[in-house]
Nanobody, 128 residues
Framework: QVQLVESGGGLVQAGDSLSVSCAAS???????????MGWFRQAPGKEREFVAT????????YYADSVKGRFTISRDNAKNTVYLHMNSLKPEDTAVYYC??????????????????WGQGTQVTVSS
């Protein structure tokens, strides 16, 4: 059984900060440190879009232009968990946030089709 479970979403005001996390479990993730992790989001009526990705060691990160400088992705391989720290939130950041995982072959993975495993999502709402 493979599970990615997001948590930490909620309702905040514009300019606030919020962190969401994603815990991986199951036999597949017994080697969590072999997986690249990504965060995506989907706003109502829009397609799911890439937010951020982090390499298996945590040494390489990459962000969508819309969140660069405001969001930080990190991971704790001892806890099988990846985090997304969001600062200076804007109403346009309102979306369901999904984490995703795939085996890391030393590339940067930014598209939906590149990821094999997905969580169920957590809602982030930013009021103006």
């Amino acid at each position: 059984q493979v599970q990615l479970v997001e948590s930490g979403g909620g309702l905040v005001q514009a300019g606030d900060s919020l962190s969401v996390s994603c815990a991986a479990s199951g036999r597949t993730f017994s080697t969590f440190s072999s997986y690249a992790m990504g965060w995506f989001r989907q706003a109502p009526g829009k397609e799911r879009e890439f937010v951020a990705t982090i390499s298996r060691s945590g040494g390489i990160t990459y962000y969508a232009d819309s969140v660069k400088g405001r969001f930080t992705i990190s991971r704790d391989n001892a806890k099988n968990t990846v985090y997304l720290h969001m600062n200076s939130l804007k109403p346009e950041d309102t979306a369901v946030y999904y984490c995703a995982a795939r085996r890391d072959y030393s590339n940067t993975y930014t598209t939906i089709n590149e990821y094999s495993y997905w969580g169920q999502g957590t809602q982030v709402t930013v009021s103006s």
